[in-house]
């Protein structure tokens, strides 16, 4: 099946740095590719829908110079949490579509997540 | 946004017996999706029904679409404790997720 994949898996701050969260479309291309955040015991909380080639679209109330995002390639998404402060601390998951089976109404793969802390 | 609301919050039965989930949605769709997550992990996708399909299944999950009443719902047959994860239900094209439904299966 389709692999999705992040790196990091696991990183740890300090507050006012910035951290970049890569997630990759291993065995297919992904012409948009999704950001979510879930604090804990919460549900995903979709930030961003990241299209190759343009820019992101930002949900409401998610400050896009904060959170910027780059689709350079059909395999790559970035993520980068700028000047990160511990409210920032989360559980960053991306997801994409395969852009060959369907388009905009199949299921999104997702990625195994990024665990942010910032001290 | 086409957000999926599960219900109930939290579900706790006991190894072998048959777990049952809903969501509701609030327009047209062209599909809806389920979704599993592990704790701490991401999101695997179960399975997909499509607005014109009734009911559907994949192994020992069984879903059902009204889409007159704008509800579907997940069977999980003869549990495992391995199926103790948070349920989730999307209709795309922008997948929203509710809170979920966190199944617990005890051994």
């Known amino acids: 099946g389709a692999v999705v994949s992040q790196h990091p898996s696991r990183v740890i701050c300090k507050s006012g740095t910035s951290v970049k969260i890569e997630c990759r479309s291993l065995?297919?291309?992904?012409?948009?590719m999704f950001w979510y955040r879930q604090f804990p015991k919460q549900s995903l909380m979709l930030m961003a829908t990241s299209n190759e080639g343009s820019k992101a679209t930002y949900e409401q109330g998610v400050e896009k110079d904060k959170f910027l995002i780059n689709h350079a390639s059909l395999t790559l998404s970035t993520l980068t949490v700028t000047s990160a402060h511990p409210e920032d601390s989360s559980f960053y998951i991306c997801?994409?579509?395969?852009?060959?089976?369907?388009?905009?109404?199949?299921?999104?793969?997702f990625g195994p997540g990024t665990r942010l802390t910032v001290l | 946004s086409q957000q999926g609301e599960e219900d109930p919050q939290a579900l706790s039965i006991q190894e072998g017996e048959n777990a049952t989930m809903n969501c509701s949605y609030k327009?047209?769709?062209?599909?809806l999706q389920w979704y599993r997550q592990n704790s701490g992990r991401g999101l695997v996708h179960l399975i997909l029904i499509r607005s014109n399909e009734r009911e559907k299944h994949s192994g020992r999950l069984r879903v059902t679409l009204d889409t007159s009443k704008k509800s579907s719902s997940l069977l999980i047959t003869a549990s495992r404790a391995a199926d103790t994860a948070s349920y989730f239900c999307a209709t795309p094209p922008r997948l929203t997720f509710g809170e979920g439904t966190q199944l617990t299966v005890n051994p």
């Open positions: 065995d297919f291309q992904a012409t948009t």
């Open positions: 997801s994409a579509r395969d852009r060959t089976s369907g388009g905009a109404y199949n299921e999104q793969f």
């Open positions: 327009t047209s769709i062209n599909n």
